[in-house]
């Protein structure tokens, strides 16, 4: 089992929706949890982070997490064509926390 | 602001070349890590640096040494080049740890022939 697994995409959805992101990690002492956002040929950029059990919001991002399910989600509402990116989930693992493990990334299309 | 400098931004070695990737931040981070990125399997931590003068291995650190000059630079060198070894790298720096996230630098596209 990966110990972070993201389901690759592309994930397609028209301009104006809500996309949906997911991401499940395996070890259950994971601290930090952070989106990243990384267009073609460029390189990650952070986007948003979260702690707590819960809801976090930033503008048009919000955060998701459930530590009893292991699931750390984002959801971008008003989806527009420059939100087109692999976003890229990463986790501190148990109290490791002086590292990243990173998802493979999910492909994201907004179509006009 | 630079942020985090990478050089050089591209490189074609042949096998069993040597090069050093330059990595350097202006941010006064305590942190800094090397990553490579390859199709399919995501950023994978080669080594990192949790604080000036101490240096550990990650999850791919075989065929790769790397050097914490300073608070401020950390270098990765490939001793003999190895077609496997063709990559997006990335360099990252964090404040203290990874909590904060990480700040990338723009990457270092390597290929080996």
């Known amino acids: 089992q990966k110990e972070v697994e993201q389901n690759s995409g592309p994930l397609s959805v028209p301009e104006g929706a809500i996309a949906s992101l997911n991401c499940t990690y395996s070890d259950r002492g994971s601290q930090s949890f952070f989106w990243y956002r990384q267009y073609s040929g460029k390189s990650p950029e952070l986007i948003m982070f979260i702690y707590s059990n819960g809801d976090k919001e930033d503008g048009r991002f919000t955060a998701q997490l459930n530590k009893a399910s292991q699931y750390v989600s984002l959801l971008i509402r008003d989806s527009q064509p420059s939100d087109s990116a692999t976003y890229l989930c990463?986790?501190?693992?148990?109290?490791?926390?002086?590292?990243?493990?990173f998802g493979t990334g999910t492909l994201l299309a907004v179509q006009p | 602001n630079a942020g985090v400098t990478q050089t050089p931004k591209f490189q074609v070695l042949k096998t069993g070349q040597s090069m050093t990737l330059q990595c350097a931040q202006d941010m006064n981070h305590n942190s800094m890590y090397w990553y490579r990125q390859d199709p399919g399997m995501g950023l994978r931590l080669i080594y990192y640096s949790a604080s000036e003068g101490t240096t550990d291995k990650g999850e791919v650190p075989n065929g790769y040494n790397v050097s914490r000059l300073n608070k401020r630079e950390f270098s990765l060198r490939l001793e003999s080049a190895a077609p496997s070894q063709t990559s997006v790298y990335f360099c990252a720096s964090s404040e203290a740890g990874a909590n904060y996230g990480y700040t990338f630098g723009s990457g270092t596209r390597l290929t080996v022939v």
């Open positions: 990463a986790v501190t693992l148990g109290s490791a926390t002086n590292k990243l493990i």
